[in-house]
């Protein structure tokens, strides 16, 4: 069996390095790798893994990792946490279920798009491995790993001496209360030369404890906050037996916090490592002036359940601190940043609040590694228990005998639960494969799909044209590199929307709508990205309309119903783009999006004389 798989794997690495040259040899090789799966013993049985997810269902916490059932199983029990919230009556329950935990639950009917939480961030600051960043704006420090080449310069802190940013607004934000000056305080209390180093490598390290500390100088300064984040999940127990992250938080948070920074006194190993599972378990990613960053949000956004089919979406902001001082600025970037919780399609009373922890356009391999790596459970929801993915395939790989007279052959898991599970074709049944091979086809495909520039129009076109025989056509690598090339037909040198010819234009709107099928099922309601797709698929419409007008195809007064009908349907997708992308931070692109999109549907209403 070894030697048959050892064979298998070596096919694998041949099959991708020749994909590049002989697009033939593709088909070819996946049909050998799948027939030498095929005679090959399946480790583990099925039914030994399923004994072994009941099992994990029964239980959801101490030393056995989380399994979430399907919707049938979350057992949920409404318990009294109002008590411990004065200001519940928002339209939200608390519950908590086995497998989940606490969630929210909706108190009332919301329409699609209505606010559900706009909250504070309990604490904000550089993600792990982040590079140095000023403390206050999180601009990056540096560049060309030296401190004195950057824009803007940094000036020490006058205070603890930590590199800032020497932008105006923080240098006087400094003397306001801010995400820095807690740490400042416990920073000047320690010996000044021990908390930062001139070295570009040791400071590095720094930052990752920044945020770790941030949340634990709570202890002394707000006891209400200290208490929210004792109450928040950090899966200890879990955690402890996965030596890669318990090692890193010791060495990047623990030992920095404690001998570095000497703050031996005050925190104690234990809750170091508990504040760095909470925040692994509960804090969001955040982007702000080109840096990213982790925010805990609450007392109630972090208790938001995950499903792969999200019904909210989330948007952070930035709210000046003080908007009478920050006016005095040259630079508003600093403040307070909130999270904004929508209902992305309508939810009714009784229902979850779902967001997806994991990245909507992966596929299940990889959406539940995530979440089983990083948050400690493993997926059970609709889409994850479904081989087809809700009827997207995201995950289908193309079965090569089977395509005969249009007709797709799908190899599938014949149990997605089961990351052991054979994969087999939907249709002829004849082609089994390992889920481990498969797991190396796709991970060979998805290293190629990631060195893709995202500029390069022809490099994207050929990927789909190379894996046509081996993935299918909505396998959520082809949809990355669809969703890639939606946004840069009509944008780029060579590809604006102008030059392109009408074939180019049908590609982009053909690409727009296929995406948008998936989207609104992986995402459905008001999502971003049906909002930012719907943007671009107007592009090629409206260009097409004015071409035929220009050309001659169409006639203003001779074909005014078809015309009238064409603009109506820019309109529409206009519009319903505008109305999503409006609610994203004022200084993001989707913002300008939406206004771009409000403008555009003005001028084809001012065209056909229709009221707005
Ligand atoms: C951000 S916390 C959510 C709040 C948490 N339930 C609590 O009681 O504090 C994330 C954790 O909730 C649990 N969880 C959330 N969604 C889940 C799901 N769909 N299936 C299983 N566990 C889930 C997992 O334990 C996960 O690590």
Not at 228 to 252: A, G, L, V
Not at 389 to 397: K, N
Not at 454 to 477: G, I, K, M, T, W
Not at 586 to 597: D, L, Q
Request: aromatic content about 8%; hydrophobic content about 35%; proline content about 4%.
């Amino acid at each position: 069996m070894t030697i048959a798989i050892n064979l298998t794997d070596v096919v694998l690495i041949m099959f991708v390095a020749f994909a590049f040259v002989v697009d033939v040899l593709v088909a070819v090789v996946i049909h050998v790798v799948l027939v030498v799966d095929a005679v090959v013993p399946k480790s583990g049985s099925n039914k030994s893994n399923k004994q072994k997810n009941r099992k994990n269902l029964e239980k959801r916490s101490g030393n056995e990792e989380n399994e979430v059932g399907v919707d049938d199983d979350r057992k949920t029990e409404e318990i009294d946490e109002k008590e411990k919230y004065e200001q519940i009556d928002q339209g939200f329950r608390i519950l908590t279920s086995e497998i989940m935990g606490r969630y929210l639950v909706a108190d009332k009917d919301f329409r699609a798009g209505e606010m559900i939480l706009d909250e504070e961030a309990i604490v904000v600051g550089p993600c792990q491995g982040s590079k140095p960043v000023c403390l206050v704006c999180y601009r990056a420090l540096y560049s060309k790993d030296k401190f004195s080449d950057t824009i803007p310069a940094t000036v020490p802190c006058k205070k603890c001496g930590w590199p800032l940013c020497g932008v105006e607004s923080c240098i006087r934000a400094r003397n306001d209360p801010n995400d820095h000056s807690n740490e400042c305080k416990a920073f000047e209390a320690a010996r000044k030369d021990a908390t930062f180093s001139q070295d570009p490598l040791i400071q590095y390290s720094l930052y990752e404890a920044i945020v770790p500390l941030r949340v634990l100088l709570y202890k002394k300064h707000s006891a209400k906050r200290w208490q929210e984040i004792c109450r928040m999940e950090s899966h200890d127990e879990i955690r402890k037996n996965r030596p890669i992250i318990w090692n890193t938080n010791q060495d990047k948070a623990v030992n920095v916090i404690r001998d570095t920074w000497g703050l031996k006194e005050d925190f104690s190993e234990e809750e170091i490592h508990r504040v760095c599972g909470v925040l692994e378990v509960n804090a969001f990613e955040i982007g702000r002036n080109g840096s990213s960053l982790r925010g805990l949000f609450g007392p109630f956004t972090y208790l938001m359940a995950h499903d792969c089919v999200p019904n909210t979406s989330h948007v952070d902001v930035l709210q000046p601190i003080n908007k009478n001082k920050l006016r005095k600025y040259s630079d508003e970037d600093t403040g307070t940043i909130r999270v904004q919780v929508r209902a992305s399609s309508a939810i009714s009373k009784g229902e979850a609040f779902y967001l997806s922890y994991a990245y909507t356009m992966q596929g299940t391999m990889a959406r539940r590694k995530h979440l089983y790596e990083s948050k400690f459970f493993k997926c059970a929801c609709r889409r994850c228990s479904d081989p087809t993915e809700l009827g997207t395939y995201m995950s289908a790989l193309k079965c090569p005998l089977c395509e005969k007279d249009g007709v797709i052959g799908r190899v599938l898991s014949t149990n997605p639960l089961d990351e052991d599970a054979e994969w087999k074709c939907d249709k002829c049944g004849k082609y089994v494969a390992l889920s481990s091979t498969v797991s190396s086809v796709i991970e060979r495909v998805n290293e190629e799909a990631e060195k893709l520039p995202s500029d390069d129009v022809e490099a994207c076109e050929n990927f789909l044209q190379r894996y046509r025989n081996v993935l299918c056509p909505s396998h959520y690598l082809c949809i990355g590199v669809k969703h890639t090339l939606s946004q840069v037909y009509g944008k780029i040198d060579g590809y604006t929307i102008n030059e392109l010819p009408t074939s180019l234009l049908e590609r982009k709107r053909e690409l727009c709508q296929e995406l948008i099928k998936i989207f609104d099922i992986i995402e459905p309601g008001k999502s971003r990205l049906r909002g930012i797709t719907l943007y671009e698929l107007h592009a090629p419409l409206m260009t097409m309309i004015m071409r035929d007008l220009g050309e001659g195809r169409i006639h203003p007064k001779r074909d005014k119903k078809e015309l009238k009908q064409r603009l109506l349907e820019v309109c529409k997708y206009l519009e319903e783009s505008r109305e999503i992308l409006v609610c994203e931070p004022s200084t993001s692109s989707e913002y300008a999006t939406a206004i771009a999109a409000g403008e555009g549907r003005m001028d084809n209403r001012v065209y056909l004389k229709i009221k707005p």
